[in-house]
């Protein structure tokens, strides 16, 4: 019960002003991904409009048909900030325990949180190791997690867009095919191969595991610094996800962008 007391303090009820929806051609409902890809092809001014604000104003049938023209880009490099959002169209209230899989014992009190309310809480964003071929997730240093992880200060930190975060819950990243566009690649981030990464903690890292939510993320960029995501909780899809490099985003959109490949 401490456990989720602190937690539930933590959290808030995040507010701020009401944002526009951005100016994008959308095809009638159902259109498939290679009409949307030819037909609905995002100009340069629609990439633009993009942004994670913008993203959270659509209805998810929008944001899939925005996902369907995007191509995956080249593989991501380096920290970038995060920001997640359930569907328009559903229950934004979905517990941690309404998800599929199950959380270690330590975990337990985890359960009873929104889920959305929980990764705001504590998810700042990805790190993306190119080289090695992994990622590792920034998590916000809160006192709710200190007496659940052993050795709390040997976990690695970085510092980035002014934030200090742990670098938890590890995962492999490659190219693959996307879940719900089949015909088209995607960036893919596995969690179930985070055991075999060094520097595994089983708590809290098999929460993301095979034994716990089993997360597979896919994303693709809008434009260079800017990603559109997807989590998937034993390959049901779960929420939304921006990820940004403000250094790159500020760079505006990519012409050549549907020429992209996540192999380079």
């Known amino acids: 019960m401490r456990t989720r007391a602190v937690l539930l303090i933590t959290l808030g009820i995040l507010s701020g002003c009401r944002t526009a ?9 159902g259109t498939d991904s290679a009409t949307l890809r030819k ?29 369907a023209r995007l191509s995956p880009g080249p593989l991501p490099d380096g920290p970038f900030r995060g920001d997640l959002f359930f569907p328009r ?22 359960g009873t949180v929104p ?5 705001k809480a504590l998810w700042r ?13 920034r ?18 930190k970085l510092t980035f867009d002014g934030q200090t975060t742990w670098l938890l819950f590890p995962a492999r990243v490659s190219c693959g095919d996307s879940l719900l566009d089949p015909a088209n690649r ?30 597979r993320d ?17 390959n049901e899809f779960g929420l939304n996800f921006t990820l940004v490099d403000p250094a790159k985003e500020a760079t505006g959109p990519n012409t050549d962008e549907d020429h992209a490949n996540c192999e380079s």
């Open 21 to 29: 929806a951005p100016p994008i051609r959308f095809a009638p409902a």
């Open 125 to 137: 964003g990805k790190v993306f190791f190119k080289s090695q071929g992994i990622l590792r997730n």
């Open 186 to 215: 995607s960036i893919v981030i596995d969690y179930a191969k985070g055991s075999e990464i060094e520097g595994y903690r089983e708590i809290p890292d098999k929460l993301a595991g095979a034994e716990g939510l089993a997360i």
């Open 39 to 67: 037909e609905y092809a995002l100009t340069a001014a629609e990439r633009t409009a993009l942004t994670p604000a913008t993203l959270r104003t659509l209805s998810q049938e929008q944001i899939d048909q925005i996902y």
């Open 89 to 110: 169209d559903r229950d934004r209230r979905v517990l941690v325990r309404d998800m599929p899989g199950t959380l270690p014992g330590p975990l337990a009190d985890i």
């Open 139 to 156: 998590i916000e240093d809160l006192v709710v997690l200190r007496p659940l992880i052993k050795n709390s200060d040997t976990i690695p």
């Open 218 to 234: 896919e994303v693709r960029r809008v434009r260079p610094g800017l990603y559109l995501g997807r989590a998937y909780f034993h």
């Open 115 to 119: 889920v959305e309310h929980l990764g």
